[in-house]
Antibody, heavy 119, light 107 residues
Framework: EVQLLQSGGGLAQPGGSLRLSCAASGFTFSSYAMSWVRQAPGKGLEWVSSITGGGTTTFYSDSVRGRFTVSRDNSRNTLYLQMDSLTAGDTAIYYC????????????WGQGTLVTVSS | EVVMTQSQATLSVSPGERVTLSCRASQSISTSLAWYQQKPGQTPRLLMYGASTRASGIPARFSGSGSGTEFTLTISSLQSEDFAFYYCQQYNNWPLTFGGGTKVEIK
């Protein structure tokens, strides 16, 4: 069974940093690109970042480019999202997600982790 | 950026009725479209991909259609468990983008 178990998150001050982790199991992790999607309270879904299976290519939304860094450790089957220079606008539930197959449609999703940016 | 528009913010529907949700892309995305269902407090669930292929375990009452810029998700006979938010997502171009969502609520 494919599982994505997230950790990290919590409360950060504006300008601060947090790191999210997503531990994967049940599939060959290094064979799949992985992504982060977020959802602000009461709002819709917003794609944040993706990384190829080998970790050599990364993609970012304009809203986080230059502040967030996606990475992965294929030896640990773990995906990361380093979030720096956080603002209140980054407050959201963050999900990691695996593509179903070829193409970036997501299934399954991690359980989500809440990031709150507030002073 | 491909802007995805779900023009119906809320649909009020009675159980057993047929409901059609719309999603429009600002430029052609072929059939690189997915639909997700999300219930309050839960993670999104993939319903459809390739515009018309049901994901594993999705009941046959869900169907999808469309290509290019216009897409629809149809639920043939709404069940109580189908009241939720629905999001479309294009994966033809970077950045990946989602529609704003449609809430299907009980009438």
């Amino acid at each position: 069974e494919v599982q994505l178990l997230q950790s990290g998150g919590g409360l950060a001050q504006p300008g601060g940093s947090l790191r999210l982790s997503c531990a994967a199991s049940g599939f060959t992790f290094s064979s799949y690109a992985m992504s982060w999607v977020r959802q602000a309270p009461g709002k819709g879904l917003e794609w944040v970042s993706s990384i190829t299976g080998g970790g050599t290519t990364t993609f970012y939304s304009d809203s986080v480019r230059g502040r967030f860094t996606v990475s992965r450790d294929n030896s640990r089957n773990t995906l990361y999202l380093q979030m720096d220079s956080l603002t209140a606008g980054d407050t959201a539930i963050y999900y990691c997600a695996k593509p179903l197959s070829l193409g970036n449609m997501f299934d399954p999703w991690g359980q989500g982790t809440l990031v709150t940016v507030s002073s | 950026e491909v802007v995805m528009t779900q023009s119906q913010a809320t649909l009020s529907v009675s159980p057993g009725e047929r409901v059609t949700l719309s999603c429009r892309a600002s430029q052609s995305i072929s059939t690189s479209l997915a639909w997700y269902q999300q219930k309050p407090g839960q993670t999104p669930r993939l319903l459809m991909y390739g515009a018309s292929t049901r994901a594993s375990g999705i009941p046959a009452r869900f169907s999808g259609s469309g290509s290019g810029t216009e897409f629809t998700l149809t639920i043939s006979s709404l069940q109580s468990e189908d009241f939720a938010f629905y999001y479309c997502q294009q994966y033809n171009n970077w950045p990946l983008t989602f529609g704003g969502g449609t809430k299907v609520e009980i009438k």
